[in-house]
């Protein structure tokens, strides 16, 4: 299958770990990107595998893999970080990329 | 700093073709061992992957879109496009460019255009 599959929303109080998850068949071969969407914008590149962030990322987020799940993981989530986070690989041919279903992240 | 920014027809009547261009700045669509992707969002749903070229014109495809999709670039430009034949109401969503960076055990899609709403209706 190449399906990534995300669950819908998750919330987060203020300062907490907020952990988001993405399954796959194909994620027991590749890595994962992640992206982060505000309302209104465009999709905005947070990571990939563990630790791989673009400048301007602030290192609160972070990733892991783990058989066919991988996870985004903010540790102390601020009012900023709420938004609908997608995962992101290829399919089985390695030759397509697929969107997770999104999370949307309600900081409380 | 890269910019990428679609622009095209922000209607298309159904059975129509869907055209759009994304025009790159701050850097030649040439250089570098880049892809040049086209994603769309319908309102309020996630992203769906359309399909990538490199600057030798290769693609790949959206299996689901693959029969109606033709991405094509024009380097002297600076630009890439996206054709989608026969639209449908299901077309209609916001669609963006963007660039990938590929190496095989990673990927990710590092600079997007704003996107722009192309809404199918009569």
């Known amino acids: 299958s190449s399906e990534l599959t995300q669950d819908p929303a998750v919330s987060v109080a203020l300062g907490q770990t907020v952990r988001i998850t993405c399954q796959g068949d194909s994620l027991r071969s590749y890595y994962a990107s992640w992206y982060q969407q505000k309302p209104g914008q465009a999709p905005v590149f947070v990571l990939y595998?563990?630790?791989n962030r673009p400048s301007g990322i602030p290192d609160r987020f972070s990733g892991s893999s783990s058989g066919n799940t991988v996870t985004l993981t903010i540790t102390g989530a601020q009012a900023e970080d709420e938004a609908d986070y997608y995962c992101n690989s290829r399919d089985s041919s390695g030759y397509h990329y697929v969107f997770g279903t999104g999370t949307k992240v309600t900081v409380l | 700093q890269v910019q990428l920014q679609e622009s095209g027809p922000g209607l298309v009547k159904p059975s129509q073709t869907l055209s759009l261009t994304c025009t790159v700045s701050g850097g030649s669509i040439s250089s570098g061992n880049y892809y040049w992707s086209w994603i769309r969002q319908p309102a309020g749903k996630g992203l769906e992957w359309i399909g990538r070229l490199d600057t030798s014109g290769s693609t790949n495809y959206n299996p689901s879109l693959k029969s109606r999709v033709t991405i094509s670039i024009d380097t002297s430009k600076n630009q890439f496009s996206l054709r989608l034949s026969s639209v449908t109401a299901a077309d209609t969503a916001v669609y963006f460019c963007?660039?990938?960076?590929?190496?095989?055990?990673?990927?990710?899609?590092?600079?997007w255009g704003q996107g722009t709403l192309v809404t199918v209706s009569s």
């Open positions: 595998g563990k630790t």
């Open positions: 963007a660039r990938v960076v590929d190496k095989w055990n990673y990927f990710y899609f590092d600079y």
